[in-house]
């Protein structure tokens, strides 16, 4: 079974930065566009930032300026710098691999700022 592990969640006052983590199998990261969603409890998972194997980006609205999404082919990893945070930033981040016309996901970790 295919899985990303992610890392880097935690607790941070508004204003703070967090980096977030995700490392991914080789056979999955070398070819996948890779992704960051969030998830609050009772909504739906929202996709905050995407990045092809190339290396194009895309953010949501809600993070463009604040959040950064950058892949290391080398390490297998792709990174979410997230800076400015704001409360409403509070949730647990997934990462996300899309191979062979499937979703890879991680188990995720919690961000949680702080007022």
């Known amino acids: 079974q295919v899985q990303l592990v992610e890392s880097g969640g935690g607790l941070v006052q508004a204003g703070g930065s967090l980096r977030l983590s995700c490392v991914a199998p080789?056979?999955?990261?070398?070819?996948?566009?890779m992704a960051w969603y969030r998830q609050v409890p009772g909504k739906q998972r929202d996709l905050l930032a995407s990045?092809?194997?190339?290396?194009?980006?895309t953010y949501a609205d809600s993070v463009k300026g604040r959040f950064t999404i950058s892949r290391d082919n080398a390490k297998k990893t792709v990174n979410l710098q997230m800076n400015s945070l704001k409360p409403e930033d509070t949730a647990a981040y997934y990462c996300?691999?899309?191979?062979?016309?499937?979703?890879?996901w991680g188990r995720g970790t919690q961000v949680t700022v702080s007022s």
């Open positions: 996300n691999a899309k191979s062979g016309g499937d979703d890879y």
């Open positions: 080789e056979n999955i990261f070398r070819f996948s566009p």
């Open positions: 990045i092809t194997k190339l290396g194009t980006t």
